[in-house]
């Protein structure tokens, strides 16, 4: 099995590599034409085996059986057409696309092709979120009324692209909205019918000038759940810990929030407060979910539909957010 | 001069009103159509046999009766000469909320809504601490609040109560204008939805504020199935920091005592604890006041407002779309001024 990571723009890229060097039978291929990193730094996380560079996409997914998608928001599409087009199995960094059109353009190619097209929504693995979803199905909490959820971090500094919308596609409604309402969507049979957004610039005016920073977007589902989701990038810099998501539901016969990066040693060192956290690797099971379906020749979860409705929710908030008024899907 | 209080009401919360005026050395009578004599027993009250016995009596009239009946008593105790301290919201309806605002200037009378979350230590450390400039400029906030739904059958009429929006999450309305100051944008959303007047049993409600300041804020409130623990929570960020509070996680005690099989009722109000009750600290900050002491931190404008705000909630539900907000023309040029 040979698996290819295709470009570095997105922090996650160097993890996915670093696990798929410790995956049993799996040859670990990378592709960074635009130099996101040194290829010594690459190497470096590698294995015994070492890393197989490549210089185009094409020559990756030529070599390639599966690849990962870790470019700008904006590239997806490009990217991951070229790898379905050499017959790779796909998983796309979140969101699938900055438009419902890439996405739906993506997700049809994928069929076109019958390859696997997975997208990177890593929470969907986290053993809080398997009880939650055992409990609503087995009807623990009643009838699901209403569901908040929060998606707060720190704002992706490091990383100048997410805050030019050309490349992100929007600020922290792009970057955060998509994971939430995925996990509602896995959650409940409902689709979501309208969105109505609301956000600000107030956050960090000086690195990020032309995107939303903070969001609160308010969703509606076909058999009236609403949901809210706050998506900012609210996380201080001073934190010890990225920031985290949480999930709450309530239901006519109790209520149930998740946290799934709350675990966590909690402490004082020389620089401040500290945070260790612990628990499963998400994009680790997420990773092996890919794999192990690349290799089978299955669909694995989340796949595209989940990717092009959420995709749909998060234009929908982006339009709500200039224009004020309730989006309909 | 011993404050002589007058409380009309012997329901739910007069029980969180009236140990507390006692505590604070006032003279204390009630008038209520059911309960007078159990309240007056249980607190060493006296009993006003009607509403002019009881106007006759006091300095400050302290309304506990259902909500459709604050503005009206209100109005007649101002009238009366009486200050007044009102439970929240001071109206079902904008309109009343204002006529007692109304009636107060008019007669140079204080009137304040018992807004009793701004008494809570853990919202006015919050508070203190936006004012100081800890968290810099907020940007984003979020208010939770919920728990087993009323117990009084009142509250799921929607003609009386105004439902969960204008009973329950008035409370983080308040808040939200607290911490981020006036609104000018209102969404909401609520499931079930109120038909034909009756207000689901058990419901959620989700509400957006825009802020004049930029600033939007979130406030889920939900009466939830008997045995649901209340629970407050907020999050509040701005661009030097965050203040977050859960009440399900900073208890100072921890405690499984009197264990049974059988299910304690939880409470619709919020756990006690061994700290001064927030209610006693509102009713010495109120009578103080009506005793000639500095303003409360609580207006007859703040109880308008979020009565208003509440009121384009609700609007906003029926017409499944944001509303605009204007506090200055909800007030008036009277209240503008004051």
Redesign the interface.
């Known amino acids: 099995m040979k698996v290819a990571v295709l470009n570095f723009a997105h922090g996650h890229a160097d993890g996915y590599l670093r696990h798929l060097h410790g995956i049993a039978g799996v040859e670990v291929g990378a592709c960074d034409p635009e130099g996101f990193r040194q290829a010594e730094s690459l190497a470096e996380a590698g294995s015994p085996g070492g890393t197989v560079f490549f210089g185009t996409y094409e020559e990756a997914a030529e070599w390639a059986d599966a690849v990962v998608v870790c470019s700008e928001n904006a590239k997806h599409r490009e990217i991951v057409e070229v790898a379905i087009a050499a017959g790779c199995a796909v998983l796309c960094e979140k969101p699938l696309a900055t438009n419902l059109e890439d996405a739906r353009a993506m997700r049809h190619a994928a069929a076109a092709a019958s390859v696997p097209l997975m997208v990177a929504f890593p929470v969907r693995f986290s053993p809080a979120f398997a009880t939650l979803r055992e409990r609503v199905a087995t009807g623990a909490l ?1 009838d699901i ?2 569901i ?1 959820g ?1 998606n ?1 971090g720190k704002i992706p500094r490091d990383r100048s692209w997410f805050t030019d919308p050309a490349l992100s596609g929007g600020g922290s409604i792009v970057d955060h909205v998509v994971h939430c309402a995925d996990l509602i969507d896995a959650l409940i049979p409902q689709r979501a019918v ?1 969105v ?1 957004a ?3 610039r ?4 000086h690195v990020a000038t032309d995107v939303e ?4 977007v ?1 969703i ?1 589902y076909d058999s ?5 989701i ?1 998506c ?1 990038w ?3 810099e ?2 010890s810990s990225w920031g985290g998501l949480t999930l ?1 539901v ?6 149930v929030k998740i946290a799934p990066f709350a675990p966590h040693v909690g402490g004082y060192d020389a620089g401040g407060e500290t945070w260790l956290p612990y628990g499963s690797d998400l994009d680790a099971a997420m990773i092996d979910e890919f794999v192990s379906a690349a290799a089978a020749g299955t669909q694995p979860q989340p796949d595209a539909d989940v990717g092009v409705r959420t995709v749909a929710i998060m234009s929908a908030a982006l339009e709500s957010a200039r224009t ?3 989006v309909k899907l | 001069m011993v404050l002589k209080v007058g409380i009309i009401g012997a329901g739910g919360i007069s029980h969180s009103h009236a140990p507390h005026w006692v505590t604070v050395g006032a003279e204390v009578s009630v008038y209520s159509e059911v309960g007078a004599e159990s309240l007056a027993n249980e607190f060493g009250l006296s009993v006003a046999s009607s509403l002019d016995d009881l106007f006759e009596n006091v300095d400050v009239v302290d309304i506990c009766t259902p909500t459709t009946t604050h503005a009206a008593i209100a109005v007649a105790a101002i009238e009366a000469g009486k200050h007044v301290l009102c439970e929240k919201p001071i109206g079902r309806t904008t309109a009343q909320a204002n006529a007692v605002a109304d009636a107060a200037h008019k007669h140079g009378r204080q009137a304040y809504p018992a807004h009793v979350v701004r008494f809570f230590p853990e919202y006015v450390a919050l508070k203190s601490a936006v004012e100081r400039g800890q968290i810099g ?4 906030a ?1 208010y ?1 609040r ?1 728990g087993e739904g009323a117990t009084s059958e009142w509250f799921f009429d929607d003609a009386l109560s105004g439902g969960i929006i204008i009973d329950q999450m008035i409370h983080d309305i308040d808040q939200a204008r607290w911490i981020a100051g006036e609104v000018v ?1 209102v ?1 909401a ?5 109120t038909v034909d007047g009756a207000v689901p049993r ?5 509400v ?1 504020l ?1 802020h004049a ?4 804020s ?1 406030i ?1 409130g ?1 009466w ?2 008997r045995g ?1 623990q209340f629970r407050t929570s907020f ?1 509040v ?6 203040l977050r509070f859960d009440s399900t996680s900073p208890a100072a005690s921890t405690v499984d005592e009197n264990l049974t099989s059988v299910a304690i009722e939880s409470s619709y109000l919020p756990p006690t604890s061994a700290e001064e009750s927030p209610y006693l600290t509102q009713i010495r900050e109120f009578a103080a006041a009506f005793e000639g002491g500095p303003p409360p931190r609580v207006t007859i404008e703040d109880g308008v407002l979020a009565v208003a705000i509440a009121e384009a909630a609700r609007e906003s539900i029926a017409r ?3 509303v605009e907000f204007d506090a200055d023309a909800v007030l008036g040029s009277e209240g503008a001024l004051a």
Request: net charge negative; aromatic share 2%; hydrophobic share 30%.
């Open positions: 009643g009324l209403g908040v929060t707060n309208s109505i609301t956000s600000n107030i956050l960090h005016p920073t903070s969001g609160l308010s509606e009236g759940i609403i949901a809210t706050d900012s609210s996380q201080p001073s934190a709450e309530t239901g006519t016969r109790g209520s004020g008024s309730v | 400029d907020i940007a984003v979020r939770s919920g944008r969404f959303r609520q499931n079930p939805p058990n419901v959620v409600a989700h957006t825009t300041s930029g600033a939007i979130f889920q939900v939830g199935p649901m999050d960020a701005g661009t030097d920091g965050t499944g779309a944001a």
